[in-house]
């Protein structure tokens, strides 16, 4: 196929960094060799049905504790994003703190008013 990367080689996008493809067949068939492409610091993403399914980062150090805590910070900066993104496609970008405020008001007299019917 013209526009799909062949298997192994960097997927090239304007908006990710680039990484390198395995896919779980050449992960469970010929672990050596990825262990070989992860020694040269890159990340890997791991391939399976033609979907990127997860990203294989190389730990040279050993401090998985650190890589993790890394990876959940970056989860949390991504998430963050998306819902700044939302907000200024929503208009909630805009509001004021007063009228904040009022929807939080309103979000807790409807929790209060749901906990007291149950």
Not at 26 to 40: C, I, K, Q, S
Not at 88 to 94: F, S
């Amino acid at each position: 196929m013209p526009g799909k990367p062949k298997r192994g080689s960097p997927k090239k996008s304007a908006a990710k960094p680039e990484t390198g493809r395995v896919t779980y067949r050449e992960l469970r068939n010929t672990p050596g060799r990825v262990w070989e492409r992860l020694a040269h610091d890159q990340p890997l993403t791991l391939v399976a049905d033609g979907e990127a399914k997860a990203v294989v980062i190389p730990v040279p150090d050993g401090d998985v504790a650190t890589a993790l805590e890394a990876y959940r910070r970056g989860r949390a900066l991504i998430a963050l994003r998306r819902i700044r993104e939302r907000a200024r496609h929503d208009g909630t970008a805009a509001l004021t703190l007063d009228q904040i405020n009022e929807v939080v008001r309103e979000v807790r007299r409807e929790r209060h008013r749901r906990e007291r019917e149950d």
